[in-house]
């Protein structure tokens, strides 16, 4: 039973107990009940989930057909549909490797990691892009996957791609230039300095026009470089400047001591690094960490203003269709709930991992 006491003290103390905070909690339940009874009407209880074109939404409601219909596009874009197997196995391969690491005792972990970090991205674009080996001793080419053109990826996939290997690429780059930054050699520190500031300063979206527009004029007129390719640098490199920063605040959060016990043991400069320095420094920042990597996923719909059909561009798509007009709405919710997701969940994770290797106990 419902123990009226006790929610009656918990009011009293947490939203009644002085004369302010009960104007503040009024206000705030007056909001609720004002727009969230609205909100669900228009989302659930009002909305149209069966069917199979416009035509056939009706009432005030949200119409999820728009969705349903759409869904396939909005998860794999233009991808030929014979093929998305491919994108389901890369993702499988990447899901399932993912999760063995909590199973797997450290030295296999250690393997699995290496895996993902230097192997499984040629294994996944291979996947998704295809390729063709040349054979000219017997001057025939032998098709080993279909080539997909990348023009034609999309969709939440693209966008989880573009995050994952920005994801994967950014996290040791900005450790290199947090390590750097911090070096007694002029030479590095500088370097270190000036490429964390330069990126810093300027915005995602100038990078990103920089990578397609004008990075192919400074490339010899033989050399081609895959636009996706180019903007999954671009990100790397902007993000990594923002990776290295919260790195550094890990590294100088450090007592000297440490340092000085590392080099009392006989540890050079990187196996230091390696096993005494930064396994505590990356610790403490492990909030910041998941903060940049929240913020890039965040990010990878900006990738739209250059012609890259992502999650949210395949929204673009779909509302422009003259079956649709007017559905954006749904399309726009329905983004921002799916992000929403998976935002709390890269939260949450974060905070088991600072719960799991938290040493004040």
Known sequence: MINLNKIYQWSRTNLFSNWYNTIVSLIIIFAFLK????????????????????????????CWIFIKVWFEKFIYGLYPNDQIWRINLAFLILIFSVISTIFVNPKIKRYIIIFLIFVFPFIGIWLMGGF?????????YVPILEEVDTRVWGGLSLTFIMAIFAMLFCFPVGIFLALGRRSNLPVIKYFSIGFIEFWRGVPLITVLFMASVMFPMFLPADTYVDKLFRCIIGITLFEAAYMA?????????????????????????????????????????????????????????LILVVGLLEFLGMINLAK?????????????????????????????????????????R
């Open 320 to 360: 422009t269709n003259p079956e649709w007009l007017g559905f954006a709405t749904e399309g726009y919710v329905f983004a921002g709930i799916l992000f929403w997701i998976i935002c709390f969940n890269m939260s949450r994770y974060s905070q088991r991992l600072e719960e799991k290797y938290k040493t004040d």
């Open 35 to 62: 727009i969230i009874p609205p909100l669900l009407n228009w989302l659930f209880f009002d909305a149209t989930f069966k069917g199979s074109s416009a035509k056939e939404c009706y009432g005030d409601g949200a």
């Open 132 to 140: 063709v080996i040349d054979i000219e001793s017997l001057d025939i």
């Open 245 to 301: 920063e919260v790195v550094r605040g890990g590294l100088q959060a450090l007592p000297r001591g440490q340092y000085d016990a590392a080099k009392s043991l006989g540890m050079g400069y990187w196996r230091m690094n390696a096993l005494i320095i930064l396994p505590q420094a990356l610790k403490i920042v492990i909030p910041g960490i998941a903060n940049t990597f929240i913020a890039l996923f965040k990010d990878t719909p």
